[in-house]
């Protein structure tokens, strides 16, 4: 996790803690302003940096998201990720938020879900690129923020503030550790990842192709009332590796490749 320092800062971090992040940094979203205005609007261009707070998911749910069409499933990680740790998220960007208003300053907590956009699949705000730029991460082929520790399963949300923090990204938060792994771009069953690494410069239309993502997420809404998916923070070697060396179990790569012949009979059956 990024180091924070100054009082302020120490006192954000030890909030946040307390609340069950896991992870707190700050970005300087100063080179990112034309970006950020343009998703969310002009008035986001007042607030200089986001504190980006980030919960990791229960392995207990994510790691039966290989059982892709089992109605249950499905449910339970929907509510896992948008009812239970969103609000987590929520609560605790009210808090932090008060508390650099009490310090005299402005701050705007975003939701960790929504407002949110259907066509393009975005919310206010970029959490992803805050915590990026925040130096918890990268951004992986799968469009998602990868971090050392939990790999993809971490959900996030920003409070944008014009306090003056101070940045913990840097050298952490250009590293792209994906490598040659496709993992997540073969076993899409939209097929919407492209593969290509993350360039700030390109649209998120040459990585990921949303009208795929969103179509396929429809469908499974229809069939199981839950409209998620999740296979791609399943999936990611990054998060198996972390719960592999935590519970003394086999190494992932074993334990994964054991696991994607059950996904690819799903496939298989369902199709």
């Given amino acids: 996790m990024a180091s924070l320092d100054g009082p302020l800062q120490t006192e954000l971090r030890d909030q946040a803690l307390a609340l069950g992040a896991t992870y707190v940094g700050v970005a ?3 080179p990112v302003r034309d970006f950020v205005t343009a998703q969310g609007g002009e008035f986001l261009g007042d607030y200089r940096f986001g504190v980006s707070v980030g919960i990791v998911l229960s392995d207990a749910v994510v790691d039966q998201l290989y059982q892709h069409v089992n109605r ?4 339970t990680y929907f509510h896992h990720i948008y ?3 969103a609000g987590m998220l929520d609560r605790t960007a009210a808090t932090l938020a008060f508390a650099i208003e009490r310090a005299g300053y402005r701050a705007l907590p975003v939701p960790a879900s929504g407002p949110y956009n259907e066509e393009r699949m975005t919310g206010l705000i970029s959490h992803k690129l805050a915590a990026h730029l925040s130096g918890n991460g990268w951004i992986g082929r799968n469009c998602l923020l990868v971090t050392r520790e939990h790999g993809p399963r971490v959900r996030w949300v920003t409070v944008l503030t014009d306090a003056p923090l101070t940045s913990t990204g840097g050298a952490r938060s250009s590293g792209d550790e994906c490598k040659d792994c496709t993992l997540c771009v073969d076993l899409c069953p939209a097929q919407a990842f492209t593969g290509v690494p993350f360039n700030p410069a390109e649209d998120v239309e040459v990585r990921f192709h949303r009208g795929e993502c969103r179509a396929y997420l429809g469908q499974r809404g229809k069939a199981y009332g839950a409209s998620a998916c999740g296979l791609c923070v399943y999936v990611c070697p990054h ?5 592999r060396k935590s519970d003394g179990q086999r ?3 074993e334990v994964l490749r054991r696991q994607l012949t059950g996904v690819r009979r799903v496939f298989e059956a369902s199709a």
């Avoid at 249950?72 to 449910?75: M, N, Q, T």
């Avoid at 998060?239 to 719960?243: D, F, H, M, V």
């Fill in 28 to 30: 300087d979203l100063a």
């Fill in 72 to 75: 249950d499933i499905a449910r």
């Fill in 83 to 85: 009812t239970v740790v």
């Fill in 239 to 243: 998060g198996w590796s972390a719960k």
């Fill in 251 to 253: 190494t992932a790569p």
